[in-house]
């Protein structure tokens, strides 16, 4: 562990000490951020009512759009002088939201970080080829500098020009590769497209987050690049990479959550309820030791659940995978979908690979959505399939024909929905190209 003793500290201090930031937050933002006390006087909560963790509940939310009404520094508790970086959100969902740090933030951010690394199997003296793209993101430089805190020395390469990934990661041995899952994927894409062999390779974990992903890419990586592969995840608004970390050899039990800085909640998407652990609902978090532009109860409209695992040594709480944004939720004929649940069909099938992407469309009033999911090299080839195929040659190829009725079922059983399905030649897919990929191509309302 790289902090042993707040990693496993016994959950009364950790609320004892989560209660003492949490007080002294709510009054320095009551009395720095005129957001804050308009809206703590309009929920008719005044600080001397917040004496403990247990009282987190009383206050209200803060919600994305309130950041961007706040444009771009109103939130800041602090002098804009006394701000050593500025960093923007992705702006996956609409315009970036800006965040703000001071040195004590990014000491913190740095350290949540390297505790992450740590977590998942990076050592001081490795080398760390960080693929996140640098620049206002806070994926890249994040990651940078907690790993440098950590003892590891980075390989700065940013996202894209994948050649040269390729050739850097061989050339310079690194241990440990970082970036999105789905540009890990292009990257082991590329090697097995280009016959390289693995053992000319040195790399041993992948730290990967950004996107949701699930357990299907994970196989498919820690096969393709000989890695285990783990999950980070982190937003801008709350600091960034390294809110929280799955842990080697506990992969599938969910992330830790460095729970002395940041405090989680699941509450229901419709009436902003508390729910209890294991219950899932949208992640809201409290920033309880930044300092520059810390943030109550912050809607990250990201779908989880929560849950303590007592039997380990690490006694913070984890948070299970994301299963996406509330936002992206398909509505299809009525039934919830997240792509992630198609995604962790592909699982069971050897004959695909974990590219794939949605595409839901509208036949008069009803909707369609079809999956376009890759083949790999191996089953195509014993195929010998020749140019490409399609849905016709499915039907008269008996193997790919019997791989989509079982794969259509399977889809159907876990999402309670009939998909239409399209195998598609290996390499036909387009791949990430360093960034968040987009899975789904809603043509609904185009
Ligand atoms: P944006 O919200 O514009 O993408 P950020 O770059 O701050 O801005 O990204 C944060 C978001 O990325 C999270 O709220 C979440 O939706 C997603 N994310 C980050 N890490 C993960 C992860 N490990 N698994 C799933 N989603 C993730």
Same mark, same amino acid.
């Given at each position: 562990?790289?902090?042993?003793?707040?990693?496993?500290?016994?959950?009364?201090?950790?609320?004892?000490?989560?209660?003492?930031?949490?007080?002294?937050?709510?009054?320095?933002?009551?009395?720095?951020?005129?957001?804050?006390?308009?809206?703590?006087?309009?929920?008719?909560?005044?600080?001397?009512?917040?004496?403990?963790?247990?009282?987190?509940?009383?206050?209200?939310?803060?919600?994305?759009?309130?950041?961007?009404?706040?444009?771009?520094?109103?939130?800041?508790?602090?002098?804009?002088?006394?701000?050593?970086?500025?960093?923007?959100?992705?702006?996956?969902?609409?315009?970036?939201?800006?965040?703000?740090?001071?040195?004590?933030?990014?000491?913190?951010?740095?350290?949540?970080?390297?505790?992450?690394?740590?977590?998942?199997?990076?050592?001081?003296?490795?080398?760390?080829?960080?693929?996140?793209?640098?620049?206002?993101?806070?994926?890249?430089?994040?990651?940078?500098?907690?790993?440098?805190?950590?003892?590891?020395?980075?390989?700065?390469?940013?996202?894209?020009?994948?050649?040269?990934?390729?050739?850097?990661?061989?050339?310079?041995?690194?241990?440990?590769?970082?970036?999105?899952?789905?540009?890990?994927?292009?990257?082991?894409?590329?090697?097995?497209?280009?016959?390289?062999?693995?053992?000319?390779?040195?790399?041993?974990?992948?730290?990967?987050?950004?996107?949701?992903?699930?357990?299907?890419?994970?196989?498919?990586?820690?096969?393709?690049?000989?890695? /285990?592969? &783990?999950?980070?995840?982190?937003?801008? =608004? #709350?600091?960034?990479?390294?809110?929280? !970390?799955?842990? @080697?050899?506990?992969?599938?039990?969910?992330?830790?959550?460095?729970?002395?800085?940041?405090?989680?909640?699941?509450?229901?998407?419709?009436?902003?309820?508390?729910?209890?652990?294991?219950?899932?609902?949208?992640?809201?978090?409290?920033?309880?030791?930044?300092?520059?532009?810390?943030?109550?109860?912050?809607?990250?409209?990201?779908?989880?659940?929560?849950?303590?695992?007592?039997?380990?040594?690490?006694?913070?709480?984890?948070?299970?995978?994301?299963?996406?944004?509330?936002?992206?939720?398909?509505?299809?004929?009525?039934?919830?979908?997240?792509?992630?649940?198609?995604?962790?069909?592909?699982?069971?099938?050897?004959?695909?690979?974990?590219?794939?992407?949605?595409?839901?469309?509208? /036949?008069? &009033?009803?909707?369609?959505?079809?999956? =376009? #999911?890759?083949?790999?090299?191996?089953? !195509?080839?014993? @195929?010998?399939?020749?140019?490409?195929?399609?849905?016709?040659?499915?039907?008269?190829?008996?193997?790919?024909?019997?791989?989509?009725?079982?794969?259509?079922?399977?889809?159907?059983?876990?999402?309670?929905?009939?998909?239409?399905?399209?195998?598609?030649?290996?390499?036909?897919?387009?791949?990430?190209?360093?960034?968040?990929?987009?899975?789904?191509?809603?043509?609904?309302?185009?």
């Amino acid at each position: 562990m790289y902090q042993k003793e707040i990693e496993t500290l016994p959950l009364e201090k950790l609320r004892k000490l989560q209660s003492e930031r949490l007080v002294k937050l709510v009054n320095r933002v009551y009395k720095t951020v005129p957001f804050y006390k308009k809206q703590l006087d309009l929920h008719g909560v005044h600080p001397k009512d917040i004496t403990s963790i247990e009282d987190l509940h009383k206050l209200p939310f803060t919600q994305k759009t309130d950041i961007r009404d706040e444009y771009p520094f109103g939130f800041l508790t602090v002098p804009q002088s006394d701000l050593s970086r500025i960093h923007c959100s992705s702006g996956t969902t609409g315009k970036p939201t800006v965040v703000a740090y001071t040195q004590k933030d990014l000491a913190i951010f740095s350290e949540v970080v390297a505790r992450s690394l740590k977590a998942a199997g990076a050592k001081p003296g490795m080398k760390m080829h960080n693929a996140y793209g640098y620049g206002l993101f806070t994926g890249g430089i994040g990651i940078h500098y907690g790993a440098e805190k950590l003892g590891m020395s980075v390989i700065p390469v940013s996202g894209g020009m994948t050649q040269r990934q390729i050739t850097l990661l061989k050339d310079f041995q690194s241990e440990v590769i970082c970036c999105t899952p789905s540009y890990a994927q292009t990257i082991a894409h590329e090697i097995e497209k280009q016959g390289l062999d693995l053992a000319d390779f040195n790399l041993k974990y992948a730290i990967l987050g950004a996107e949701p992903w699930t357990d299907a890419i994970r196989q498919d990586l820690e096969s393709s690049l000989g890695v /285990k592969a &783990t999950n980070i995840y982190g937003l801008s =608004e #709350v600091i960034g990479p390294g809110v929280s !970390q799955e842990a @080697l050899g506990e992969e599938n039990t969910g992330c830790y959550v460095w729970e002395d800085h940041f405090y989680p909640e699941i509450v229901d998407k419709h009436t902003g309820k508390p729910l209890p652990y294991g219950e899932e609902g949208v992640l809201v978090f409290t920033t309880l030791t930044k300092e520059a532009m810390p943030f109550l109860r912050y809607w990250t409209n990201d779908i989880c659940s929560l849950s303590y695992d007592h039997s380990i040594s690490r006694t913070h709480i984890k948070m299970s995978g994301i299963k996406g944004r509330a936002d992206d939720m398909l509505i299809i004929r009525g039934v919830n979908l997240f792509h992630t649940q198609v995604e962790e069909v592909f699982n069971h099938y050897d004959e695909l690979s974990a590219h794939y992407q949605l595409i839901v469309s509208k /036949k008069g &009033t009803m909707d369609i959505v079809q999956i =376009e #999911v890759e083949t790999t090299a191996d089953f !195509q080839q014993e @195929l010998l399939f020749s140019t490409g195929f399609t849905n016709d040659d499915c039907v008269k190829n008996e193997s790919l024909s019997k791989l989509t009725k079982k794969l259509g079922k399977k889809i159907k059983d876990s999402t309670g929905l009939s998909m239409q399905i399209q195998l598609k030649p290996y390499d036909s897919i387009k791949k990430s190209n360093g960034g968040k990929i987009q899975r789904i191509k809603d043509l609904r309302h185009a």
